[in-house]
């Protein structure tokens, strides 16, 4: 069976006043049916870029120079924008945003806003007019519900200010399912919330996965919630993938010398918290090779010729010459 989302050799570059910035260098996951994979990194270390790519939502000036995008063996890079907004955006791929008070508008109620998703994206279900109206309505509910909201028939005619920061990230979570999408795109969720709220919320997200059979694309840079939360797990540096693999492989055996330092950074993992030496390179004028070349401690010639592929002890995929 072919995997529910493949990145292969994803290449992405911005055009800036400063010149040509080299975002994403070399992307490959895979995301299989009924898994969490979670992305790690840095910040700017090219995720958000990743989830722009993957949704067609690119700014203006950036565009994917190579590479795939394989979502149900269907290419993204090759759909136009009408066809990612009417067969792939709510409808197939759902988005969970960072920051719920940001992206629910203050003017309109919660209904309101969530109606129109389903206005736009809903695959058609063959009911027409009121009776649609209703049935949509009736569908929010029982998601509200789900989610634990508080007073959910009355709930999609209150305003977003009217919810607590949990309760508005558990309305974005209905959103992103209102329209039965096989894939979820999360950007750090719980980033804004208390430790108490962020625990229900990955709990919940966990419940979910199985409950209403989709996959998770979990953006974070929180080895914590990785830990709590996924199933497979994605390392990337400055616009590279560095290492690949099961959750429990990677954090009990960390292979690549970036994923290394950045576990060591961790307070929940490190004897004493160690920084990384130096900083991450600037897309514009990268280093060749291996990007963490310039703050490695294992560095050698060959590092900065290629990226070769190879399988640490635990089987782990590595983009070392230490695994090559």
């Known amino acids: 069976m072919i995997p529910l989302l493949h990145v292969s050799d994803l290449h992405v570059s911005i055009r800036t006043d400063a010149g040509i910035a080299s975002v994403l260098d070399g992307i490959d996951l895979t995301l299989e049916r009924g898994r969490i994979l979670g992305v790690v990194g840095e910040s700017g270390c090219g995720k958000s870029t990743l989830i722009r790519t993957i ?20 290419n ?96 974005l979570i209905a959103a992103a399912l209102a329209c039965a999408p096989g894939l979820v795109i999360a950007d750090e969720p719980t980033t804004a919330l208390d430790v108490t709220t962020q625990h229900e919320i990955l ?13 998770l694309l979990f953006v974070t840079h929180d080895f914590g919630v990785v830990a709590e939360l996924c199933d497979d797990l994605c390392v990337i540096y400055a616009g590279q993938t560095v290492e690949a693999g099961p959750v429990h492989a990677v954090l009990s055996a960390p292979a690549h010398p970036y994923t290394v330092a950045l576990l ?10 160690q920084g990384i030496p130096g900083s991450v390179p600037s897309p514009l004028a990268p280093p060749p090779g ?20 190879g399988r640490s002890a635990v089987g782990t995929a590595v983009k070392c010459v230490l695994y090559a």
């Open 55 to 74: 949704m067609g939502i690119l700014p203006k000036g950036a565009r994917a120079d190579a590479g795939e995008i394989l979502f149900e063996g269907e």
């Open 76 to 171: 993204l890079l090759a759909f136009s924008e009408a066809e990612l907004n009417s067969r792939v955006r709510s409808s197939r791929i759902g988005f969970i945003p960072q920051d719920p008070l940001m992206s629910l508008n203050p003017v309109f109620k919660v209904g309101t806003q969530m109606l129109e998703i389903m206005r736009d994206h809903a695959p058609p279900d063959g009911l027409r007019g009121a009776a649609r109206q209703r049935a949509r309505v009736q569908r929010l509910v029982g998601l509200l519900r789900r989610m634990q909201v508080p007073d959910p028939e009355t709930a999609l005619e209150r305003y977003p200010h009217q919810f607590s920061g949990g309760q508005r990230q558990r309305l």
């Open 203 to 215: 709990l919940l997200l966990r419940e979910l996965v199985g409950e209403f059979g989709i996959s």
């Open 264 to 273: 060591a950074c961790h307070p929940d993992r490190a004897d004493s918290f």
């Open 290 to 309: 291996c990007r963490f070349t310039p703050r490695c401690l294992h560095t050698t010639l060959p590092c900065s010729a290629a990226v070769p592929t």
